[in-house]
Nanobody
Framework: VQLQACGGGLVQTGGSLTLSCAAS????????MGWFRQAPGKEREFVAV????????YYADSVKGRFTITRDNAKNTVSLQMNSLKPEDTAVYYC?????????????????WGQGTKVTVSR
């Protein structure tokens, strides 16, 4: 599985962005999909995850109620709608695919990673 993330950019505090991640391969629906982010000088952290058919989601407390993860298995895409953005959301965002049924939150358990897309939220 190859993943290509896009949609990052510069946005003001309170603004919105939608990140997208396109996956190659025919088995996209076999993977859970997650979004992670890494701010400068910090470790990569979990943001959101969605089950293989989209029936279950889970969010980090820091983004709950502001971010929404969705997927379209027909198009092999996963998206992250980000609203009410804050400066602390500034980071490089990565999508990841995990060949499992569990909603995993740790980076080490994901099998494939996209290249990252940068999100900057100005004050």
């Amino acid at each position: 599985v190859q993943l290509q993330a896009c949609g990052g950019g510069l946005v003001q505090t309170g603004g919105s962005l939608t990140l997208s991640c396109a996956a190659s391969g025919r088995t996209f629906s076999s993977y859970i999909m997650g979004w992670f982010r890494q701010a400068p000088g910090k470790e990569r952290e979990f943001v959101a995850v969605i089950s293989s058919y989209g029936g279950s989601t889970y969010y980090a407390d820091s983004v709950k109620g502001r971010f929404t993860i969705t997927r379209d298995n027909a198009k092999n895409t996963v998206s992250l709608q980000m609203n009410s953005l804050k400066p602390e959301d500034t980071a490089v965002y990565y999508c990841a695919a995990g060949y499992t049924r569990r909603l995993i939150l740790t980076t080490s358990e994901y099998d494939y990673w996209g290249q990252g897309t940068k999100v900057t939220v100005s004050r």
